[in-house]
């Protein structure tokens, strides 16, 4: 069974970093494209970044470029999203979402990925 596991989630304070994890289980993670999404408290879920199969490409919002990365170690079946230089409008639920994709294939839009984590939550306040 396809599960995808969130960590990495927590408590920082403005301008600090934080990595999440996206583990996989249950399916070979590179036949799967990778979607970071975001959910902060009343509102609705927003995508945050994704990565292709092999990870040669990639795409964020632009809200956390040049803040946030993206990467994937298929050999572990995991996906990191390296968060730096948080803000406060960052706080919010975190989602990682996979999706059978073609090699190049990535995608922001929610309604494209089959497969949903739990989410890991992030808080960043002082």
């Known amino acids: 069974q396809l599960q995808l596991v969130e960590s990495g989630g927590g408590l920082v304070q403005p301008g600090g970093s934080l990595r999440l994890s996206c583990a996989a289980s249950?399916?070979?993670?590179?036949?799967?494209?990778i979607g970071w999404f975001r959910q902060a408290p009343g509102k609705g879920r927003e995508a945050v970044s994704c990565?292709?199969?092999?990870?040669?490409?990639?795409d964020f919002a632009d809200s956390v470029k040049d803040r946030f990365t993206i990467s994937r170690d298929n050999a572990k079946n995991t996906v990191y999203l390296q968060m730096n230089s948080l803000k406060l409008e960052d706080t919010a639920v975190y989602y990682c979402?996979?999706?059978?994709?073609?090699?190049?294939?990535?995608?922001?839009?929610?309604?494209?990925?089959?497969?949903w984590g739990q989410g890991t939550e992030v808080t960043v306040s002082s």
């Open positions: 979402a996979a999706q059978l994709a073609s090699i190049t294939w990535c995608s922001q839009v929610a309604g494209h990925f089959g497969s």
């Open positions: 249950g399916f070979a993670l590179d036949r799967y494209a």
């Open positions: 990565i292709s199969r092999r990870g040669d490409s990639a």
